[in-house]
């Protein structure tokens, strides 16, 4: 879709609540988390894809600049809705070539996880599906879920591989993610997961397979410059601590970001991983009361991932208010991906932290906003509406902020501002 040719300067005018996320650009804990900057009766300049002017309508159209350039100022009426930063969805799988309906069905009928792997479902039937698929494809799906995304209020996505688990394979995912982050107008972060399980041909010699991802694949992606990050599955029937650890070390020596997924079934130490100093560490769902106080005292953000626990009908979900409690830095995000969290909603996302986490309506935006944004080390652009930072934003047709986390699957994003343009497809 070609990029409509717009004004490069816009107004944002008839805003009912605006909420800033303004701060220092620094994860918010504790009680900070509440605090979403909301201004009400609100309009928003911007002027080269950022953030000229962002406060009380009437401050804002007396504001000298505007005066003198109105004529040249494209506007879009916000109707008394609800504005906030375009919502950052810092962890998402979307590079796989068809869902899971057979696991899908097999869950509901009582199957667990492993009884599912063994019968060919799981990881490994995606990785078989992203095998044979060609790039052209998995771009294309790739696309589809980054416009669904943005069609409910995300600009700003972290994409990660994971289902090649060769290098070609590797490769291909990453290139189809370039490819349909070109034809996208938001931005997207791409993350390197060969170390997502154990791939079958190396079953019985993960210790090799981690020896490939670090001297084969970690150097050709960060020469390519086709990944930010590099990401580590870090659990039960994944990867050990001692292995993950060798992928930060490598990712790092190659000038690479890491992430890890830990704690999402079994209980690990978070000490030796937080030495690599990662962007972030995903899932949590068993964290302990000692590593909660080492993320406390560190930038390293917790992303919480309800989608995966609501899809996978558990009923225990992330313990966020003992994380926010102590101090740790949270953020959420969908998870998306074909085999526990097939949804592209960050406003479901948030509508679940209210519901099943119990963050208030607040917390959550921040954690999906300015939080998400640390979790991607973006902060100093994205993820709040401070003059100079870039102009992305999400526009609600409700009256109250916190009718986005209510109206639960229900998608009420009406316009989407990307780089200071209309960016929403119609
Ligand atoms: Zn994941």
Redesign the pocket.
């Known amino acids: 879709m070609p990029k409509p040719r717009t004004s490069p300067y816009l107004l944002l005018a008839n805003i009912g609540q605006l909420l800033t996320l303004r701060g220092e650009a620094a994860p918010r804990r504790g009680a900070a988390l509440r605090e979403i900057g909301l201004v009400e009766g609100a309009a928003v300049v911007c002027a080269g894809g950022k953030i000229l002017a962002a406060g009380p309508q009437r401050e804002i159209l007396r504001g000298p600049w505007l005066r003198s350039n109105r004529r040249k100022v494209q506007e879009l009426d916000c109707r008394g809705g609800v504005v906030l930063p375009g919502l950052i969805d810092c962890?998402t799988?979307p590079v796989f070539a068809e869902p899971r309906l057979v696991d899908f069905e097999k869950r509901i009928a009582g199957a667990g996880y492993e009884e599912i792997a063994a019968a060919g479902g799981g990881i490994r039937s995606s990785v078989a599906g992203v095998r044979k698929a060609a790039a052209g494809q998995l771009s294309e799906n790739v696309l589809i879920a980054l416009n669904a995304m943005l069609e409910q209020g995300t600009s700003v996505v972290e994409t990660?591989s994971g289902y090649g688990l060769t290098l070609e394979d590797e490769i291909k995912s990453l290139e189809a993610i370039r490819q349909a982050a070109r034809r996208w107008p938001g931005e997207v972060v791409p993350t390197l997961l060969a170390a997502h399980v154990v791939p079958q041909e190396y079953a019985g010699r993960a210790d090799e397979y981690v020896r490939l991802v670090c001297e084969e694949m970690i150097p050709l992606v960060a020469r390519r410059k086709l990944a930010r990050y590099v990401d580590v599955f870090c659990d039960r029937g994944a990867f050990t601590q001692e292995q993950s650890e060798k992928i930060m070390t490598a990712s790092q020596r190659h000038g690479l970001g890491t992430r890890a997924?830990v704690c999402q079934f079994t209980p690990a130490r978070l000490g030796p991983l937080l030495e690599h100093r990662p962007a972030s560490l995903?899932?949590m769902d068993c964290v302990q009361a000692e590593d909660i106080a080492l993320l406390a005292r560190g930038e390293t953000v917790a992303v919480l991932?309800p989608g995966a626990n609501y899809f996978l009908g558990h009923k225990e979900y992330p313990d966020a208010r003992r994380l926010i409690d102590a101090g740790a830095p949270v953020a959420l995000a969908t998870?998306y991906?074909p085999g526990t969290s097939p949804t592209p909603s960050m406003p479901f996302v948030i509508s679940l932290a209210c519901t099943h986490m119990k963050m208030s309506p607040a917390e959550a935006i921040a954690a999906a906003t300015i939080n998400a944004a640390c979790a991607l080390r973006l902060q100093d652009r994205k993820g709040s509406l401070d003059a100079g930072k870039d102009a992305d934003m999400a526009v609600f047709d409700v009256k109250d902020y916190r009718e986005i986390a209510y109206w639960f699957a229900w998608d009420r994003c009406v316009e989407m501002v990307v780089a200071g343009r209309p960016a929403r497809r119609t």
């Open positions: 962890h799988h990660k997924h995903d899932h991932l998870d991906n």
